[in-house]
T-cell receptor
Framework: GAVVSQHPSWVICKSGTSVKIECRSL??????MFWYRQFPKQSLMLMAT?????????EQGVEKDKFLINHASLTLSTLTVTSAHPEDSSFYIC????????????FGPGTRLTVT | AQSVAQPEDQVNVAEGNPLTVKCTYS??????LFWYVQYPNRGLQFLLK??????LVKGSYGFEAEFNKSQTSFHLKKPSALVSDSALYFC?????????????FGDGTTLTVKP
């Protein structure tokens, strides 16, 4: 159980276009979802935390208007990278968690974004 | 503020030998502690967690970790390493008192198990 999927697994887009990444919890209801960015051989950088039905909470330094997060239901969160630039190229990972801080997070397989 | 340190970027062990991946943490209150493993181009997989109770926690794939409050450590261990254990390992902490929503991850330790 506790499977999180991400789609797409990889995407190549041109500079200036927008890309949407979906994150779904397949067999549980995720009250909280997290979006991370990971650079090669580095740790995860938390971008934002989203709770179902409310606005996402962004970490300091993360542009809200550039990385749009929507958590419309207990099983789906989306991250839209707007007006993408090559520096946005990265590995994006979502994570979902049951209610309560003692629960572990379940991670999606990640999305490799390349902006040309 | 909460933080995690994984002092070793790289750990190399021979197959069949015991392995240890170190983790120390800092929180203002009581911690929830987690270990995750990441294989190339994949998301993280949960290995084990410490919430409360026994200081020795057993997890997936034969891994275990020992919570040491006095040393603020949560080292990951396995009695006999396998080549397939080679991966990137992350320790994470969550302060249940003040920042219950978010985990802080260490920088990761690359474990290489040689045949």
């Amino acid at each position: 159980g506790a499977v999180v999927s991400q789609h797409p697994s990889w995407v190549i887009c041109k500079s200036g276009t927008s890309v949407k990444i979906e994150c779904r919890s397949l067999d549980f209801q995720a009250t909280t979802m997290f979006w991370y960015r990971q650079f090669p051989k580095q740790s995860l950088m938390l971008m934002a935390t989203s709770n179902e039905g409310s606005k996402a909470t962004y970490e300091q330094g993360v542009e809200k208007d550039k990385f749009l997060i929507n958590h419309a239901s207990l099983t789906l969160s989306t991250l839209t990278v707007t007006s993408a630039h090559p520096e946005d190229s990265s590995f994006y990972i979502c994570s979902a968690r049951l209610a309560g801080p003692s629960y572990e997070q379940y991670f999606g397989p990640g999305t490799r974004l390349t902006v040309t | 503020a909460q933080s995690v340190a994984q002092p070793e970027d790289q750990v190399n062990v021979a197959e069949g030998n015991p392995l240890t991946v170190k983790c120390t943490y800092s929180v203002s209150g009581n911690p929830y502690l987690f270990w995750y493993v990441q294989y190339p181009n994949r998301g993280l997989q949960f290995l084990l967690k410490y919430i409360t109770g026994d200081n020795l926690v057993k997890g997936s794939y034969g891994f275990e970790a020992e919570f040491n409050k006095s040393q603020t450590s949560f080292h990951l261990k396995k009695p006999s390493a396998l080549v397939s254990d080679s991966a990137l390992y992350f320790c994470a902490v969550r302060d249940i008192g003040t920042n219950a929503g978010k985990s802080t991850f260490g920088d990761g330790t690359t474990l290489t198990v040689k045949p």
